[in-house]
């Protein structure tokens, strides 16, 4: 590393946005800080997860029906603590919840946010130390402060969020996330424990030549999903086919691959999962944000996801999202 280049910490970055907007009261700021905060309490853990007891399941299953992993429970129990400890979150909603969690402390009762998270996303490739991550995503509260939150708080529109994000544990540890202002990545510099600015305004490319999708389910497929995943395998030179195919099994891993290098991720409804399988709050949402602000799209293949007003905290929905061009182009196959 280069000792005279100027290392900006996700603080230092969040508390430059703030302070354009001269009604800012730093409170989403502290909010960013505290789970990054958390994430690097995860991606210790997650770091030596083969040294301690901590890989494999804990013997239980979420609201879902999903078989939890050891370190499903402690990266939920983190993120839940520190935002307990926060002087700025009202509440929380986790995928490993059944209900809303209120914090009703005197302090707590006066936030204006609160938060919802996929504490580890893609915890299936946990034992086969593949990329996992966290996914969160924050919006301002809807009834009135003073009185503790509730589920309304957390049943709004995609398009209501305040900020949204990701971390992905890889190679490096990297923070990623987005505001009307714009998505900003941020990668752990272990030396001093802090994720530093790395990539400044990621735009997601219009086009790409990768597409992420179990293909394995392809026979589930309705007849016209089935064909655009043929027009993705065969061979054009004019639009750079066949496309590569790629699919980690972690939401997080795939599409931050499609953020960096562009490309189309899909989750589509199928014979065995007629609602889709990803959730609507934890995962869809917070990641269509993201890629919207970024200059991609998401939708469920009829309507934007941010559009979606929600009825259920575990609400399913399917998903196509990615670069601009190549979802549209998805859209209009399936249409």
Not at 28 to 57: M, P, T, Y
Not at 142 to 168: H, S
Request: charged content about 20%.
């Amino acid at each position: 590393m280069n000792p005279n280049r100027h290392l900006m910490t996700i603080d230092e970055f969040t508390i430059y946005q703030s302070r354009q907007f001269s009604q800012s009261t730093g409170e989403l700021s502290i909010l960013l800080r505290d789970i990054s905060l958390a994430c690097k309490l995860i991606n210790k853990q997650v770091n030596k997860a083969g040294l301690v007891d901590i890989l494999g399941a804990h013997g239980a299953v979420n609201v879902q029906g999903e078989e939890q992993m050891k370190l499903d429970i402690f990266a939920n129990e983190v993120l839940i603590n520190v935002l307990r400890n926060s002087a700025d979150c009202a509440g929380i909603a986790s995928e490993e919840n059944d209900d809303i969690i209120v914090f009703d402390d005197a302090h707590s009762l006066q936030s204006k946010y609160v938060v919802m998270f996929d504490p580890l996303d893609g915890s299936s490739n946990i034992d086969v130390n593949a990329s996992i991550g966290t996914i969160f995503c924050i919006y301002k509260r809807v009834t009135p402060l003073g009185t503790p939150c509730t589920r309304e708080d957390f049943l709004q529109k995609g398009n209501k969020t305040m900020a949204a994000g990701y971390v992905i544990y890889g190679s490096s540890t990297m923070m990623v996330y987005a505001t009307q202002l714009g998505v900003n990545g941020f990668t752990l510099e272990p030396s001093i424990g802090e994720f530093c600015l790395s990539h400044k305004d990621i735009k997601c490319p219009v086009d790409g030549k990768i597409y992420s999708v179990n293909q394995g389910n392809t026979n589930k497929l309705d007849p016209k999903l089935q064909s655009y995943l043929a027009y993705c395998m065969e061979n054009d030179k004019e639009t750079k086919r066949p496309y590569s195919h790629r699919y980690i099994g972690s939401m997080v891993a795939d599409l931050h691959r499609t953020i960096i290098k562009g490309g189309i991720f899909l989750y589509p409804a199928d014979s065995s999962n007629a609602s889709g399988k990803l959730r609507l709050l934890y995962e869809c949402n917070p990641m269509s944000y993201i890629v919207e602000m970024a200059g991609g799209i998401g939708s469920t293949g009829s309507q934007p996801i941010l559009d979606i007003m929600p009825t259920e905290l575990h609400q399913r929905v399917p998903i196509f999202i990615g670069s601009k061009n190549m979802v549209e182009k998805a859209l209009e196959m399936i249409s």
